[in-house]
């Protein structure tokens, strides 16, 4: 008697089940991410760029659920990774975008194996890292106005090195240069690592490094800095004075780095990737170790980055075409 409203019973339970199911499929899609992430790195490691990217894959790792690791692939000025990130399909592996390899490589490489814009969805502006001008402890200068009076004794004579043709360092000192209209011969290295291993050396006579990875040998007296590219006096460094205040009023020269994604990436991944990336970069924890390198967390939106990237390439296009 009973027997038929149970199994009327069960049958519409299972129908009410399969309807549930049907009515969000996303309740059989895999949670994303269901592995870990690869956070590419464009430059050698030992600069501003990894320290950052460290940073942020500590604590993105923690709001994700699954292991953020950094992967270090220098090579032709950041185009090698952004080429094999741009076909990456397998919606776990991001790059590290940079003014370099978004801003700069667009206008110097008459071909590039990418499309800065095309080819990646923004997802967050990370930090910001004040370049800093500085010499070998044996070179003659104190400050900025006696490096460009020695500079100009002997035009050509001198020599500055950067992690390599289109990175930070190398932008960094091609605007002071044409500031204070300088000569200055630069010698390109494979990373921010292999160019201060000469620095430290002796071998060469000056650079232009983001403050993260420079700090720590201006601070052991192991090379000397003789001006920020902040706007205002580092906190870090309250006795180097800034480009600006050195007779280039309006100078600035600011490194930055944000995340990027392939732009086959979903969006629903991309909204969660971003929100997360920007609570990564503005955890306590990230703060206290960006800061202590005199980085600046930034952590906006992927319009906010778009924007931001489109700015700066209006900025550095001008530069480049002046400076050919």
């Not at 009023?249 to 600011?254: I, V, Y």
């Not at 609570?279 to 319009?303: C, F, M, Q, W, Y």
């Amino acid at each position: 008697m009973h027997s038929f409203p149970v199994a009327r019973r069960r049958l519409l339970q299972w129908g009410l089940g399969t309807g549930a199911a049907l009515a969000h499929p996303a309740l059989h899609a895999q949670a994303w991410p269901n592995k870990a992430i690869r956070f590419v790195v464009p430059f050698a490691p030992g600069g501003s760029s990894e320290i950052v990217a460290r940073t942020t894959a500590v604590e993105m790792a923690k709001l994700l659920g699954q292991s953020v690791y950094v992967d270090n692939k220098p090579g032709a000025a950041g185009n090698v990774a952004m080429q094999e990130v741009a076909r990456a399909d397998d919606q776990h592996t991001v790059i590290l975008g940079h003014i370099g390899t978004l801003a700069v490589n667009p206008y110097i490489f008459d071909k590039l194996p990418y499309d800065a814009n095309k080819d990646f969805k923004p997802v967050s502006l990370l930090a910001k890292v004040p370049s800093l001008y500085v010499v070998h402890p044996d070179v003659p200068v104190k400050n900025l106005k006696e490096f460009i009076a020695y500079a100009k004794k002997s035009p050509g004579r001198f020599s500055y090195g950067s992690a390599g043709n289109g990175s930070a360092g190398h932008l960094a000192f091609e605007y002071l240069k044409m500031t204070a209209d300088l000569f200055l011969l630069h010698v390109p290295y494979r990373g921010t690592g292999p160019m201060m291993t000469d620095l430290l050396s002796g071998r060469l006579e000056a650079s232009a490094v983001g403050a993260a990875a420079m700090l720590p040998f201006i601070k052991s007296g192991k090379v000397r800095c003789i001006a920020t590219g902040s706007a205002k006096r580092l906190p870090q460094l309250p006795d180097v004075p800034t480009v600006a205040e050195q007779g280039f009023p309006g100078f600035e020269m600011t490194q930055w780095y944000g995340m990027l994604a392939p732009a086959n990436m979903p969006a629903a991944n991309l909204e969660k990737l971003s929100v997360e990336t920007m609570k990564a970069v503005k955890a306590p924890a990230s703060l206290e170790r960006l800061n202590a390198d005199a980085a600046e967390a930034i952590g906006g939106t992927p319009a906010q980055f778009a924007q931001f990237i489109a700015a700066e390439q209006e900025r550095w296009k001008k530069v480049l075409l002046r400076a050919k």
